[in-house]
């Protein structure tokens, strides 16, 4: 991880509000057109945007969070994804389920064999 960024993770956890101020000057139009793909008007990405933020800012400050495998942008973004979801949820926007796994059971299907009216079916649709 770049030296920057872990430096500025220690003055997150230092409770430096210059690191917080550049934190969310340097990922809010990013974050903003990142959030535009679900729908939402720019106000309500913003607002999102200020929660997240802030949530980052307490995990850092008060629970001395430490990322070791991802940047300061992945973990912002994805308190930032998870409070667009709750929003869309309040609203009943949301449709369908964050798939995190790939959790299906193999079938095999039997071929099946055709009539002779199925045949003479399928014959005549092919030539349409």
Not at 51 to 65: C, L, P, R
Not at 106 to 116: D, F, H, M, N, Q
């Amino acid at each position: 991880m770049e030296k920057q960024h872990l430096d500025l993770q220690t003055r997150l956890r230092n409770n430096d509000k210059k690191a917080l101020e550049e934190v969310y000057a340097t990922y809010k139009n990013a974050f903003v057109n990142y959030g535009l793909q679900f729908k939402l008007d720019t106000e309500d990405l913003i607002d999102i945007y200020q929660d997240s933020v802030i949530a980052m800012y307490q995990n850092f400050t008060t629970k001395q969070t430490q990322l070791e495998k991802s940047s300061l942008k992945t973990y912002l973004f994805s308190i930032g994804k998870h409070k667009i979801y709750d929003r869309l949820k309040e609203r009943k926007q949301f449709v369908g389920t964050v798939v995190t796994e790939d959790e299906y059971e193999e079938i095999t299907l039997e071929e099946k064999v055709l009539s002779e009216q199925q045949q003479q079916l399928r014959k005549f649709f092919g030539r349409l």
